[in-house]
């Protein structure tokens, strides 16, 4: 036995002079100190010892296990410490070298336009609230002052899951009478809701079968329209500048009374007539109106003790006129390159 020791600690001290590097360090560690090593082999015929044996065995492979044990970790240190100034000697860094070109992305115009238009409401009391986008016909349609035969349930206009009574919402006003229901007619609300909606519509530059809105509903006691017309200025300067001018034009909703068209001074020409206003000086961008009181006793609302108004945009459409951009299918596109016309600042 001590005899194989002997041989075992000759030949570890002369591999051990010959390594030269952490990888030859480890082949060493696994031929001596392995599972299968010859340390390990020191022990394998324990079976046939007897008790005096195997502790007088077991005593010297593991004294010379430490002692390999020890001799590898110090030589490690050594090779790690000489590999580590090597590579630090040979990765030298020239500061003066031009710094190599990141490319910075910059946030979705859609989604940053939305986010502007949330973030004014809420420093306006508003709530942002989502809905579902599966919905049901009561919800997107009769609550809202639209009953059964009128023009806005046909199929061409609305996607029909099942039987006329399970829908993908046409317009994110469901949103509204599921939070007016909440509400069981006794607390003010004041919400927005951005989401997608879907309509049957043939894709072209101007249209999409499915786009994002972004309403608003302000229910409380004694409003009246010249609250919705500050709000949509406040909206308009947010989004045009301080200069943007805006106007009401008399309108007709089924789930507004009375209804208005919503229009913006013309950014570009100033009002004095370009193709974007197709020469009016104005831009139309949304409708709204004095919420139903149909719609208000529908949700649980009083209509004589409370009033409200409601809006809604098409978050598309804005982003269009803001950014210049002319054919929808911009923002449901996967090709990057098309986002290199717009520059950090322009999304900032």
């Known amino acids: 036995?001590?005899?194989?020791?002997?041989?075992?600690?000759?030949?570890?001290?002369?591999?051990?002079?010959?390594?030269?590097?952490?990888n030859m360090l480890n082949e060493l560690k696994v031929k001596y100190l392995g599972k299968k090593g010859l340390i390990t082999e020191l022990t394998s015929n324990m079976k046939d010892l007897s008790i005096d044996e195997r502790k007088e065995v077991g005593r010297v492979s593991n004294e010379l296990k430490n002692e390999l044990n020890e001799k590898i970790n110090s030589l490690e240190s050594e090779l790690k410490l000489k590999e580590l100034n090597q590579k630090l000697e040979s990765e030298k860094i020239d500061i003066s070298l031009p710094?190599?070109?990141?490319?910075?992305?910059?946030?979705?115009?859609?989604?940053?336009?939305?986010?502007?238009?949330?973030?004014?409401?809420?420093?306006?009391?508003?709530?942002?609230?989502?809905?579902?986008?599966?919905?049901?016909?009561?919800?997107?349609?009769?609550?809202?002052?639209?009953?059964?035969?009128?023009?806005?349930?046909?199929?061409?206009?609305?996607?029909?899951?099942?039987?006329?009574?399970i829908l993908l919402r046409s317009q994110t006003s469901p949103v509204q009478a599921r939070t007016m229901l909440k509400g069981e007619g006794k607390t003010p609300i004041r919400m927005i809701c951005p989401g997608k909606t879907y309509r049957r519509d043939d894709d072209d530059a101007t249209h999409s079968h499915q786009f994002m809105q972004i309403e608003g509903l302000l229910v409380d006691k004694n409003i009246s329209l010249s609250d919705l017309k500050g709000t949509f200025d406040a909206i308009a300067k947010k989004l045009f500048g301080e200069d943007c001018k805006t106007r009401f034009r008399p309108s007709y909703y089924q789930f507004t009374e009375p209804s208005v068209e919503t229009d913006i001074s013309c950014?570009?020409?100033?009002?004095?007539?370009?193709?974007?206003?197709?020469?009016?000086?104005?831009?139309?961008?949304?409708?709204?109106?004095?919420?139903?009181?149909?719609v208000l006793r529908n949700c649980g609302y009083d209509p004589e003790e409370w009033t409200g108004f409601a809006f809604g945009f098409g978050a598309e459409r804005l982003a269009m006129l803001k950014y210049g951009i002319n054919d929808i299918r911009f923002f449901y596109q996967t090709d990057l390159r098309e986002l290199s016309t717009f520059d950090r600042k322009d999304s900032e």
Not at 1 to 22: G, H, P
């Open 1 to 22: 036995m001590l005899e194989k020791q002997e041989m075992i600690r000759k030949s570890f001290a002369s591999d051990l002079d010959s390594v030269t590097n952490t």
């Open 267 to 294: 950014f570009v020409c100033k009002g004095e007539g370009c193709s974007l206003c197709k020469n009016t000086g104005w831009i139309t961008v949304s409708g709204a109106g004095m919420v139903h009181p149909n």
């Open 99 to 165: 710094a190599t070109k990141v490319p910075v992305g910059a946030p979705n115009v859609l989604e940053k336009l939305i986010e502007e238009v949330e973030e004014l409401l809420m420093s306006m009391g508003y709530d942002v609230v989502d809905g579902p986008e599966i919905e049901e016909d009561k919800f997107n349609f009769e609550m809202l002052n639209i009953p059964k035969g009128h023009p806005a349930r046909d199929a061409q206009d609305t996607f029909y899951i099942k039987d006329e009574e």
